[in-house]
């Protein structure tokens, strides 16, 4: 099956519906193996694939940061196929120190940031430039538990996105990034985003990439209104919950070298409750015969506001079934049953 495409906001990109994502290169995977898996996803028709100027993750360090980018420019100097792949990168926001001093998107945080992603990746453009996280902070990874934003400025969080949107504008018209996006954001932040492009005829932000899984469906609401009239779409990022609707991790099992043994919490999705949701959602693809992985990521291609779907994998065979999930339709029959599970086992994580 060719892999299906769908258009990235308003823009004459179309992007395919499964997105490789890269984050484990450099630190579970060799560059030998990244390799390998950008030849056989290209190989597949999975040409959108994303990034960031801080991976790879597991774990995350100033010794390996950037790591994942510079791998990738590796195989486009080796393979000569830039022009084959949309290609996805990303501007870590502040705090983490080891990343240009922690700075963020402030004073030439993100001027300098791209240049740094265009060298390591070997390329003199990137398609898709996304603001990893907001700057005045977020919710998302499980920070919602003592999530206050009360503690912000509104004025100075608006002049600090004024700012970033006009350096995104001038990257845009030098020719280093065609599109821009957003990363763990909300749906204040995004809706003010597109009010200054608007205001001051600026580039729209095309997408945001936001966790979105069977196990965590935050964008149902308010997002998916706004996904729907103002054509943001979902590159929705864990769309396995980390690696739990593998059923890898079921009945205690922790594989070795598995993301559950680096990282003992999986960001806090490592709780009793996403355990009982996933042994649910695995009855369901049971019984009717599919792969639990396929079944996950072929329902998350369902949802109307979804422009693509991030997978990552840490071995061949893992890669391959996730991109044979595109060839899975799901049944009004399988479609009820995974809604009446979501019913009983809404928000386990």
């Known amino acids: 099956m060719t892999m299906p495409t769908r258009r990235l906001g308003r823009t004459?990109?179309?992007?395919?519906?499964?997105?490789?994502?890269?984050m484990t290169w450099g630190t579970q995977n060799t560059q030998a193996e990244a390799f390998e898996q950008m030849d056989y996803a290209l190989e597949r028709g999975v040409t959108f694939w994303d990034t960031a100027e801080a991976y790879p993750v597991n774990p995350m360090s100033a010794e390996t940061q950037g790591a994942t980018e510079t791998i990738v420019g590796n195989w486009f100097a080796d393979r000569g196929r830039r022009a084959d792949v949309v290609?996805?990168?990303?501007?870590?926001?502040?705090?983490?120190?080891?990343?240009r001093d922690g700075n963020g998107f402030a004073g030439d945080?993100?001027?300098?940031?791209?240049?740094?992603?265009?060298?390591?990746?070997?390329?003199?453009?990137?398609d898709l430039y996304q603001l990893h996280w907001p700057q005045r902070g977020s919710y998302h990874f499980r920070q919602?538990?003592?999530?206050?934003?009360?503690?912000?400025?509104?004025?100075?969080?608006?002049?600090?996105?004024?700012?970033?949107?006009?350096?995104?504008?001038?990257?845009?018209?030098?020719?280093?990034?065609r599109h821009i996006g957003l990363s763990n954001e909300s749906v204040w932040g995004t809706a003010k985003w597109l009010q200054m492009a608007e205001a001051e005829g600026l580039p729209r932000m095309v997408s945001t990439q936001n966790e979105y899984s069977l196990l965590y469906r935050q964008h149902d609401t308010d997002?998916?209104?706004l996904s729907h009239h103002e054509d943001v779409g979902l590159l929705s990022f864990s769309?396995?919950?980390?690696?739990?609707?593998?059923?890898?991790?079921?009945?205690?099992?922790?594989?070795?070298?598995?993301?559950?043994?680096l990282n003992k919490t999986l960001?806090?999705?490592?709780?009793p409750s996403a355990h009982e949701a996933v042994a649910a959602y695995k009855s369901v693809a049971d019984k009717y015969g599919l792969d639990i992985t396929q079944m996950s990521l072929a329902w998350c291609l369902t949802r109307p506001f979804m422009t693509s779907a991030i997978f990552g994998a840490t071995n061949m065979e893992q890669l391959k079934t996730a991109i044979d999930a595109v060839d899975v339709t799901l049944s009004d029959e399988v479609m009820e049953d995974i809604a009446a599970t979501w019913r009983q086992h809404s928000w386990p994580m």
């Open 223 to 225: 997002w998916a209104e």
């Open 144 to 177: 919602y538990w003592g999530y206050d934003p009360s503690h912000v400025d509104t004025q100075q969080a608006l002049d600090l996105m004024g700012e970033n949107l006009r350096t995104l504008g001038q990257l845009v018209k030098d020719g280093k990034i």
């Open 267 to 271: 960001g806090g999705r490592h709780v």
């Open 12 to 22: 004459d990109t179309h992007v395919t519906q499964l997105c490789l994502g890269t």
């Open 87 to 99: 290609l996805a990168t990303k501007v870590s926001g502040n705090g983490l120190k080891w990343v």
């Open 109 to 126: 945080g993100i001027s300098s940031a791209i240049e740094g992603s265009l060298k390591r990746l070997q390329t003199d453009y990137v």
């Open 239 to 261: 769309p396995l919950g980390a690696g739990l609707l593998t059923g890898k991790y079921l009945n205690g099992a922790i594989p070795a070298g598995s993301r559950l043994d």
